[in-house]
């Protein structure tokens, strides 16, 4: 499989050899295929909660003569966990991320967790730090006209500082788009409202990280 979406690419320079992983969410299968079929993790089990999107992919596993296991499975539920160190989800909301990684038990040997939320990342990335995940890297995409950030977090009991659990790790490309937006926001709000005074504070924040 060589086409693969700027979106779902941007997850792979995450991934090591060594990663057994499962891919929560798997929809049609196009990440843990390409993953599989080109040997850049150790292992991957797909998993939907959603029966039609992983018959899909069942039937794109078979397609490549691959072998990768499929469950049927509300988040980890009924995923089973011996050997697997490395848990990928995306193509969700942070809600629906936290609620995933809300089941302890199920992450007591993951090392490795790799998130793209559509939403909220400022709240996720205080979660993951709460819950023992550290911010290690951020890749920001531009897929056909929309914004990504791919998350990299690794077990640690290190946390992650104020600036960076707001915004990640700034590239000027996002920083600019953040900026541009948040400006745009300040245009329609009056200046002596609350909302105009917190957009001016992210603006001079952003201003700061990426120069």
Not at 60 to 82: H, T
Not at 155 to 183: C, H, M, R
Request: charged share 25%; hydrophobic share 30%; with cysteine.
């Amino acid at each position: 499989m060589n086409r693969l979406s700027k979106r779902l690419r941007s997850l792979i320079s995450f991934v090591s050899n060594e990663d057994s992983l499962v891919d929560v969410g798997c929809d049609h299968g196009y990440l843990s295929i390409y993953l599989k079929e080109n040997n850049l993790c150790k292992s991957v089990i797909c998993s939907d909660i959603n029966n039609n999107a992983l018959n899909s992919a069942i039937s794109n596993i078979k397609k490549y003569n691959l072998n990768i296991e499929c469950y049927l499975s509300d988040g980890l539920n009924k995923v089973p966990m011996e050997g697997i160190n490395t848990i990928v989800i995306s193509g969700m909301g942070t809600s629906t991320i936290i609620s995933i990684l809300e089941d302890k038990e199920k992450l007591k040997y993951i090392d490795k967790i790799i998130l793209q939320s559509n939403n909220n990342h400022e709240e996720l990335r205080r979660y993951m730090n709460q819950i023992g995940y550290y911010l290690k890297e951020e890749k920001y995409i531009k897929d056909k006209g929309k914004w990504y950030i791919s998350m990299l977090f690794l077990k640690s009991e290190n946390v992650n500082s104020v600036l960076e659990l707001k915004y990640g790790f700034l590239d000027n490309d996002y920083g600019n788009y953040l900026l541009d937006s948040y400006k745009s926001i300040c245009k329609r709000i009056p200046e002596n409202r609350l909302d105009y005074k917190k957009y001016q504070e992210k603006i001079k924040e952003i201003e700061t990280i990426i120069n």
